[in-house]
């Protein structure tokens, strides 16, 4: 079949701007649609970080202001490692430190919806006639509410067809309606099968409504968020389009996420020689002050701190670990006082626990190869990568059977290991006693090395790469096409 020119316009591109995995899907999937030989740009803004990476990237576009409230703006063309980049250069909207949504006091951005609303108005041009490039989109990927207002562009001026993939879809990008004129939306589109949602222009919402077809980062999270506890009001939306709504697991970068190549770990391994993987976990326990022992199972967190990811059920119990016994090393910042719940738990077990708040790449990566064990007991999980990330470094995760958790750990038990599925651990609810009854298991199951290897070799060997997930999203694209037709 021909080949698709995508725009795939985002808000943030690890390892440049990343808050979350949306970051890590924007380097990924554009890359492998690329690989498959489909002309695909990115779009994104062009923040301090990406103008510092790309001091060489070309003038293609100069755009004057395309609605009252929208400042004129650039487009710079860059290319990482092969892949085009546009970068939309409005130094007024986003020459901004840190965080690309949040101030330096952790509040909104009083302008993020000119900020996005730009974005998004860009996004949809160029999937226009009137595109300002020799280039024009067939379709317009917009990721999350940040980008999800190109599709209402394009169905109330014309254009390409689109597709929205929710990330989270707690994140919902909601102005007043005075925002409508200010971004160039008309009037009518102030109706509730149109932008409006609870007197209110919702960026998420408008994209929902509006675009072709509506994509989510996992089978699961696909069906839960139709379900009024997961939907955050949108639940009626998806159910009324659920004929356009698919589920597509996220992949992994293999090339980054690869124990037998990865760059930050002291000793390479691979699932026919785990015995190096026990050598990084001497390694990772002489790092973060642990005592280096063999003989009890070593736990590992990588996240935000939040309730979302049910750390408070880890923080409430970890005092027991060191009788359990187990160790335990934690890498995230979040909530303030799980910070310092954490960080008390360390001082009070300087030999058992670790905690470094914050957040370092390197460091990611050595406590998924040097873990016996990763502890993930998220509420809710729209897809998730640190769990794939542990399968492929034999390192069995600890989750709840939410999202993108159900659709990649098996739980250890009889009928799984008989298949070779199981891969991991999953919770019987989400208390504070569900993961202490797991922890409990992993560290009966760990004293079994001959069932442990077997366990951790079941998901070193599952493929998490992005070719499939690649296939799925042209499949997307093509629906999209032909529902616009």
């Known amino acids: 079949m021909s080949a698709l020119s995508i725009l795939f316009a985002t808000s943030e591109m690890a390892p440049w701007v990343k808050t979350g995995g949306l970051g890590d899907v924007a380097a990924a999937l554009p890359a492998s649609l690329r690989k498959a030989g489909h002309d695909i740009r990115v779009l994104l803004p062009a923040y301090p970080a990406l103008k510092t990476a790309f001091p060489e990237a070309e003038l293609v576009a100069s755009l004057p202001a395309l609605a009252p409230g929208l400042p004129a703006c650039r487009l710079l063309s860059a290319k990482a490692s092969g892949l085009p980049l546009l970068l939309l250069e409005c ?13 330096a006091s952790g509040q909104d951005w009083p302008d993020n919806a000119i900020r996005f609303g730009l974005l998004s108005r860009v996004a949809a041009r160029l999937g226009q006639p009137d595109s300002p490039l020799d280039w024009a989109a067939d379709v317009v990927h917009a990721n999350d509410w940040q980008a999800a207002l190109a599709p209402a562009f394009l169905h109330y001026q014309g254009g390409a067809a689109s597709v929205v993939t929710v990330h989270n879809i707690a994140f919902q990008g909601c102005f007043g309606r005075e925002m409508l004129a200010a971004l160039g939306l008309p009037e009518h589109a102030w109706r509730f099968d149109g932008v409006e949602y609870h007197d209110q222009l919702s960026f ?9 077809q509506i994509s989510t980062v996992s089978p699961t999270y696909a069906r839960e968020i139709q379900d009024e506890h997961f939907g955050y009001g949108l639940a009626p939306l998806l159910r009324h389009r659920s004929d356009a709504l698919r589920g597509i697991l996220n992949g992994v970068d293999t090339g980054i996420w690869n124990p037998a190549t990865d760059p930050a770990l002291p000793f390479a391994y691979a699932a026919n020689r785990l015995a190096a993987k026990r050598a990084n976990k001497t390694a990772l326990q002489t790092e973060m ?3 280096v022992t063999a003989d009890r199972p070593l736990f590992g967190v990588i996240s935000r ?15 027991g670990l060191p009788d359990l016994p187990a160790q335990l090393v934690v890498l995230g910042s979040g909530d303030k006082a799980m910070e310092a719940g954490f960080a008390e738990l360390a001082a009070r077990f300087p030999k058992q626990i670790a905690v470094k708040l914050g957040f370092d790449e390197a460091l990611a990566h050595r406590i998924e190869a040097g873990s016996d064990c990763f502890v993930m007991p998220s509420r809710f999980e729209p897809c998730g990568l640190n769990q794939m990330y542990s399968l492929r ?3 069995p995760p600890i989750v709840r059977a939410t999202g993108g958790l159900a659709d990649t750990v098996v739980d250890v038990c009889e009928d799984s290991l008989a298949d070779k599925s199981a891969n991991g651990f999953v919770l019987d609810g989400d208390t504070p006693h569900a993961l202490w009854v797991a922890m409990e298991r992993v560290c009966r199951t760990w004293q ?7 366990v951790q070799q079941n998901g070193m060997r599952r493929d998490f790469s992005w070719t499939h997930a690649a296939n799925e999203y042209v499949a997307l694209y093509r629906d999209a096409i032909a529902r616009k037709a």
């Open 289 to 291: 002050g642990l005592d």
């Open 393 to 395: 470094y034999g390192t």
């Open 204 to 212: 998420l919402k408008s994209g929902l409504q509006l675009c072709s």
């Open 448 to 454: 079994d090395k001959k069932l442990w290897q077997r």
């Open 305 to 319: 701190l939040t309730h979302q990811k049910g750390l408070d059920l880890l923080l409430t119990i970890a005092d």
């Open 91 to 103: 130094p007024e909207l986003f020459d901004r430190p840190g965080n690309p949504y949040l101030d």
